[in-house]
């Protein structure tokens, strides 16, 4: 009973720290940034430079925020009918406009016009959307993605995202799912980890491959009907 209390105990302290890394980073570069305004205050060019500089900071700094907000609330989904080529489509435009981050090539594979399921649709794209983001943070630009929907011999539903960029280790792999890890440039490190939560409300699972320098394929598998 010991044991297991003081493993719980170390889990909080970890889980506190990893927030305190995600929420310091852009607080000390957004205070760097007010402190340059400060010293520039008679150089108007600099000073603009400088408040743009910030405001990507807090924009950041509230991203982060509403990453943390959207994992830690409660799923509460109702089910539909949901096209998958539509979802799919919708998300290549989007992603090749930029709209979410740097702009990418997702390029779609197999998916059929006539395949739907039953699911929540906004759970699915939150689903999509962080598997994505995760593809494009971890490859060079012009962020080059695969994005493909198939039915497996079980008659599960298998979407899967594969690039060909910088890969996870081994060590890092086995917690790719955790809350807060790994943080990469900034970032709070929520994005597979709420995809993960999302993905089993609607009864599903996410699977992780990887090869450190080559890429990761990343599949959510989810059953086709969700209700």
């Known amino acids: 009973m010991a044991d297991t209390q003081d493993d719980s105990a170390v889990d909080r302290e ?3 720290n990893q927030i305190a890394h995600a ?3 852009p607080i000390f570069a957004a205070t760097v940034q007010t402190e340059s305004l400060q010293l520039r205050a008679k150089d108007p060019q600099a000073v603009l430079k400088t408040v743009e500089s910030l405001h990507g900071q807090l924009q950041r700094l509230s991203t982060s925020i509403d990453e943390m907000l959207l994992f830690g609330r409660p799923i509460r989904a109702s089910f539909e009918d949901v096209s998958v080529a539509e979802v799919l489509n919708s ?13 990418a090539e997702v390029t779609l594979v197999g998916v059929d016009e006539e395949l739907s399921g039953r699911w929540n649709r906004n759970t699915l794209v939150v689903i999509l959307e962080r598997i994505l983001d995760n593809a494009v943070q971890h490859t060079d630009p012009p962020h080059e993605i695969l994005l493909a929907a198939s039915v497996a011999s079980d008659g599960k539903m298998v ?5 060909r960029g910088t890969g996870i280790s081994p060590e ?12 990469h440039c900034g970032r709070p490190g929520l994005g597979l980890a709420i995809a993960d939560k999302f993905a089993r409300s609607l009864r599903g699972r996410i699977e992780i491959e990887s090869l450190e320098g080559a890429g990761t394929v990343v599949r959510c598998i989810l059953p086709m009907r969700a209700d």
């Open 14 to 16: 970890w889980l506190v």
């Open 23 to 25: 929420l310091r980073n």
């Open 91 to 103: 998300l290549a435009t989007r992603y090749g406009n930029g709209d979410r981050q740097d702009p």
């Open 159 to 163: 979407f899967t995202v594969s690039d």
């Open 172 to 183: 890092i792999l086995e917690r790719a799912t955790l809350p807060f890890f790994p943080q």
